[in-house]
């Protein structure tokens, strides 16, 4: 089954994400930040990303723009959860190199046709 | 499939209350003449959090409130808006109104949105102000309506031309154009006549050596035969819609045989406008891009102030805050739990080397045996050490409201009060700290309300202006003490005399000592304050604060300086569980003593005894003096009463007095569990509670500082006697 590095600041999120993705099978593994999660993806190559935007440390942004250095991830999707009023984040995160968002609040089912849309 | 979201909320909640400290603290910790933007960002986060949590778990009212002030801190992030000392008290105002809106629904109990209200309104009011940008744009909104609501023509055949021309480095954003059409594919899936037609175009591929292998050079012309509405197909591509070319056109109204890219652009040049933004000038890219994006966020923030407009309901007093089930989780760092699984790893390989010795005992192998038990006593006591600091936390969890709150107090009391925190990271267990937080509050209420005098009388008697409480914590034998200290005009001796007279609490001739005449404050229904203020009660505090304390195995005690302060000094157990003991045999009785509280153990000499009165006697040790006390006596143990001299003397410190002991016997040290006597018989004076030793019986732990009221006690008592 495709593995999934979700990302959050938010413990609540993070384990809201995780048992809702662990319960379509996926293989998850949780990150609470994203300087946590260029490490973890070092060391391993995910299907697909899911990070939130406004994490202390190293926020989603740049840690799209990290990911894409790194020769694995230069092609894998990467969804940043982001709200409906962060317009220009959206626009800063495509520029990174997201691949497309996911609006909060989002609930677990439609967070679940998006993953399975992009992971086919 | 669905998902009950409620198994989040206790960690949502957690989380949100932590976040609801952050802000506090950040927006307390803002210098305004210097704004720096890594503590806006912080409150923001903590801000936004909140609003997508809560948002997400179905907490609407909550998330609705803190849309607008997430918007104005958005607004003074981005620099468009400069942060005043308005919007601190508004933004902290809040954070008291989001805390109490988290009780209640933690509470499972459906909030007060009246002061949510209020305060939304505040915001619409200010992020009003700033508004203009709005309007301008909603043309190329309804515009692109139209387009939707066109779709109802249903002359022709149903479907849609797509010219899907992406950036060239779409792949590198993770967008496989595949994916897009095989959505596509889905929406067009059932039904007659229904299909996907995806006819490639080559034009843009250059030359093989100038050919990037990760850029994307082909177009696509994808004709959709389906009856759909175009804002089904608008949301496969709003990935990349940004930055790709991409036009829509119904089928009915196109001519299918000639597919040229060229002339699509053309017909439909009205369309391109607003869906459109060409990606090959990248200057136009931004110049499209804002005004399409600011309108939706403006357009956004308007509906949800409209949403909110305020209802303004009849000022309702706060209803008594439900008291949410208490916060039975605890945050444990990994580390310490990998410290845990690692000990419990020793401790099981101890016990099957000991099994295995057990087996296969004889006596020849008794050193093993001995060695096997003294490793399973270092186990043991590792891992009880690693249990109980899990338990621990920094001081500055029940400090860190305090720098709010006496904010607050000393504006509302018009007076100036510099706060100073000592300590902070002094570790005290959870349940303890979870109690003393009351107690502590009313005591810096008090200090700042009685103690500090006013501006005015501080300038008048030479003092500064503002007026200093200082909160420290630290380590005092196996005690943790918690001081609120004041530089105020100290307690007032006379007047505290006077109301007790008054109050019938104590006989008008009688005589007190200085520290009884303080004691007096903690007598129930006891008030010194002129003016019954808001601030600090009614005189119902003080004694209740002894009696939170006490019930924590602590006591306080407070000293005070005429013109110069008062010092209210709390003492606290570290742990109400687990007691490093001495134990003791008197008479045939086994006693402990916290192993903390033991100065030194020594042997009377006759050189070393005074008798002062009757049967009172001290030993001089050193310099000091130190009174003796039999625990024969004391308990009244059936047994010879044995001569001082050459007798086992084990010098204890209570609270700031030595005494020392008799005893028959010093017997080993032990760690002890301690059981509640209170709990499970009655409470006994100078008895703190029991254990149960190796053998079953029964030890009983004496209360050192119980024990040293006691023998001053008798001391008075002897003198009274004497006298």
Same mark, same amino acid.
């Given at each position: ?61 740049? +840690? ?5 250095? +790194?020769?694995?991830?230069? @092609? ?13 984040? *959206? ?30 | ?11 949502? @909640?957690?989380?949100? @209350? ?7 603290? #950040? ?49 003074? &992030? ?22 109490? +809106? ?111 292998? !990760? ?169 009880? !050490?690693?249990?109980?600091?899990? &338990? ?22 018009? *007076? ?47 003092? #500064? ?18 001081? $609120? ?6 307690? /007032? ?8 007279? !008054? ?22 229904? @006891? ?43 709390? &003492? ?37 005894? /005074? ?19 039999? +625990? ?19 010098? $204890? ?44 019986? $029964? ?25």
């Amino acid at each position: 089954m495709a593995t999934i590095l979700a990302v959050d600041d938010s413990a609540s999120m993070r384990q809201m994400v995780t048992f809702t993705l662990k319960g379509a099978g996926y293989d998850v593994q949780e990150a609470s930040d994203g300087s946590e999660a260029l490490s973890i993806a070092k060391t391993r190559k995910f299907d697909l990303v899911l990070t939130d935007v406004n994490m202390p440390v190293m926020d989603g942004i740049e +840690l799209v723009t990290e990911l894409r250095k +790194l020769g694995d991830y230069k @092609f894998v999707p990467v969804l940043m959860l982001t709200t409906e009023s962060a317009g220009d984040k *959206k626009m800063a995160g495509k520029q990174a190199g997201a691949t497309g968002w996911i609006v909060k609040p989002f609930n677990p089912e439609q967070l679940l046709n998006t993953i399975k849309k992009v992971l086919g | 499939m669905s998902i009950d979201l409620s198994q989040f909320h206790q960690v949502f @909640f957690e989380e949100s @209350f932590e976040g609801l400290d952050i802000m506090e603290s #950040s927006l307390l910790a803002l210098d305004l003449t210097e704004v720096d933007a890594e503590t806006i960002n912080t409150i923001f986060r903590a801000a936004h959090s909140i609003k997508g949590g809560a948002g997400t778990f179905g907490f609407m009212q909550v998330s609705g409130f803190t849309h607008v002030v997430e918007t104005l801190l958005d607004e003074i &992030r981005a620099g468009d808006r400069g942060i005043e000392q308005d919007h601190v008290d508004l933004f902290l105002q809040c954070v008291d109104c989001l805390r109490g +809106l988290m009780s209640d629904l933690q509470a499972g109990s459906e909030p007060d949105m009246t002061q949510a209200d209020d305060l939304k309104s505040k915001f619409e009011a200010i992020l009003a102000g700033g508004e203009v940008v709005a309007e301008s744009a909603i043309d190329t909104q309804t515009g692109n309506q139209d387009i939707s609501d066109g779709s109802t023509d249903d002359s022709g055949e149903k479907g849609w031309k797509i010219e899907f021309i992406p950036c060239e480095d779409v792949l590198c954003t993770g967008n496989e154009p595949y994916r897009m059409f095989r959505e596509l594919q889905e929406l067009a899936e059932e039904g007659e006549g229904n299909g996907l037609e995806v006819i490639p175009h080559l034009e843009r591929l250059p030359e093989l050596s100038s050919m990037h292998p !990760e850029m994307c050079y082909i177009s696509w012309t994808i004709i959709v035969r389906a009856d759909i509405e175009l804002s089904e197909i608008e949301e496969i591509f709003e990935w990349v819609v940004d930055d790709c070319d991409i036009r829509y056109q119904r089928l009915s109204e196109c001519d299918l045989s000639t597919l040229e890219t060229h002339q699509a652009v053309e017909s439909s040049a009205e369309v391109t406008d607003i869906v459109v933004i060409d990606n090959a000038d990248t200057e136009q890219e931004e110049i499209n891009t804002v005004p399409l994006k600011t309108p939706v966020i403006s357009e956004k923030i308007e509906k949800a102030l409209e949403e909110s407009a305020v209802k303004i309901a009849p000022k309702v007093e706060k209803k008594a805050v439900t008291k949410a089930a208490e916060n039975t989780s605890i945050r444990v760092s990994i580390d310490k739990i990998d410290g845990l699984i690692n000990m419990v790893g020793e401790l099981v390989i101890t016990q099957s080397m000991l099994g295995q010795l057990g087996q296969e005992f004889d006596v020849s192998r008794l050193q093993s045996l001995q060695e096997g038990l003294s490793q399973l006593e270092q186990n043991t006591r590792e891992l009880q !050490e690693s249990v109980m600091k899990i &338990r621990m936390l920094p001081i500055s969890f029940a400090f860190s409201r305090f720098p709010r709150l006496v904010r607050d107090l000393s504006k509302q009391l018009d *007076k100036e009060v510099e706060l100073v925190m000592l300590g902070e990271n002094t570790e005290l267990d959870k349940t303890v700290m979870e109690k003393i937080g009351d107690p502590l509050v009313h005591l810096v209420r008090n200090s700042l309300d009685h103690g500090l005098e006013s501006v005015q009388e501080r300038t008048d008697n030479g003092k #500064s202006r503002a007026g200093t409480i200082t909160l420290n914590a630290y380590h005092h034998g196996g005690n943790i003490v918690i001081e $609120v200290k004041d530089d105020g005009a100290g307690l /007032n001796k006379e007047r505290i005399r006077k109301k007790a007279i !008054e109050k019938g609490i104590i006989a008008e001739d009688e005589h007190l000592t200085d520290s009884q005449v303080y004691d007096l404050i903690f007598q129930a229904g @006891f008030s010194t304050a002129d003016v019954v203020s808001d601030v600090s009660g009614r005189g119902v505090g003080m004694d209740v604060v002894r009696r939170n304390i006490a019930e924590l195995n602590g006591s306080i005690d407070v000293s005070s300086k005429d013109g110069e302060g008062s010092t209210f000094s709390i &003492r606290l157990p570290l742990t109400l569980a687990i007691l490093d003991g001495q134990l003791v045999r008197v008479g045939e009785e086994v006693y402990i003593f916290p192993l903390v509280s033991i100065v030194e153990s020594i042997q009377l000499e006759k050189s070393m005894l /005074n008798n002062i009165t009757g049967n009172q006697f001290v030993m001089q040790l050193r310099n000091e003096y130190v009174p003796i006390v039999s +625990l024969q006596d004391i308990f009244n143990i059936d047994g010879e009463k044995k001569d001082l001299e050459g007798a086992m003397l084990v010098v $204890v410190e209570g609270d700031t007095e030595k005494v020392g002991i008799v005893v028959d016997e010093l017997l080993g040290q032990q760690q002890v569990v301690i059981k509640s006597l209170e709990q499970n018989y009655e409470k006994v004076d100078s008895i703190s509670g029991a254990t149960i030793l190796g053998d079953g019986t $029964v030890a009983l732990i004496v209360d050192i500082s119980g024990l040293n009221n006691k023998s001053s006690e008798n001391k008075s008592e002897d003198q009274t006697q004497a006298a």
